[in-house]
C-alpha cells in the first residue's frame, strides 16, 4: 500500500465507529489495490469527498499541533486531491 495511503488508513480508522461515511471510507481503501492516493481518490462519491474535506483540515491541524510533520504532509497530499 502507498505510504500516504497507510497514513490515510490509520487516520479513517478512528471514525469507523461514530461515521458510516468514514466507515465506508476506511472499507474501500482496505479492499481495494490502489497504486496511489491520486487512484483512490478517484473512486470516492461525492459523499466520501465530503466527508474527508470535512474531516482531513482537522486531522491536519492535529498533525501539526504534536509535531508530525510527516503525518500532515502525507494527509496533505490527499486533501490536494480532492479538488
Known sequence: MDQTLGYLRETLSNYTDDHSDGR?????????????????????????INFLNKMLPEEIKYAKEEKDEKRAHELNEVFELLF
Not at 29 to 48: C, P
Open 24 to 48: 465506508n471510507i476506511y472499507r474501500k481503501l482496505m479492499e481495494g489495490q490502489y497504486s496511489s492516493e491520486g487512484e483512490f481518490v478517484r473512486q470516492l462519491d461525492q459523499k466520501e
